[in-house]
């Protein structure tokens, strides 16, 4: 019903930048929340950062300062922006989305993943 498609991961060096994108597409009559997560080898996946519909933010603190999330609704896109990275942030990054899906019948509040990409970041 919806398909979140990631892009922007990749290598960089320490103190360098990227830039992800979440683009969500489906049967979607409205997307709530949007957030980031990350899960490095052999942790548990943790938040990153969250944006509302309102657009308040929350951040993890070990990337306040660094990382800003933001989202166009026109375009149903989260993006996170990441500066100063350090190598403590290597993790694969996923997307997460709040939304209410169309059905055949009304509407109804579900949550997707996407699929993850990789970020490095090399000391």
């Known amino acids: 019903q919806v398909q979140l498609v990631e892009s922007g991961g990749g290598l960089v060096q320490a103190g360098g930048s990227l830039r992800l994108s979440c683009a969500a597409s489906?049967?979607?009559?409205?997307?709530?929340?949007m957030g980031w997560y990350r899960q490095a080898p052999g942790k548990q996946r943790e938040l990153v950062a969250v944006i509302t519909g309102g657009g308040r933010t929350d951040y993890a603190d070990s990337v306040k300062g660094r990382f800003t999330i933001s989202r166009d609704n026109a375009k149903s896109t989260a993006y996170l922006q990441m500066n100063n990275l350090k190598p403590k942030d290597t993790a694969v990054y996923y997307c997460?989305?709040?939304?209410?899906?169309?059905?055949?019948?009304?509407?109804?509040?579900?949550?997707?993943w996407g699929q993850g990409t990789q970020v490095t970041v090399s000391s």
């Open positions: 997460n989305v709040d939304v209410t899906v169309e059905t055949g019948t009304g509407v109804e509040r579900s949550d997707y």
């Open positions: 489906g049967s979607i009559f409205s997307i709530n929340v």
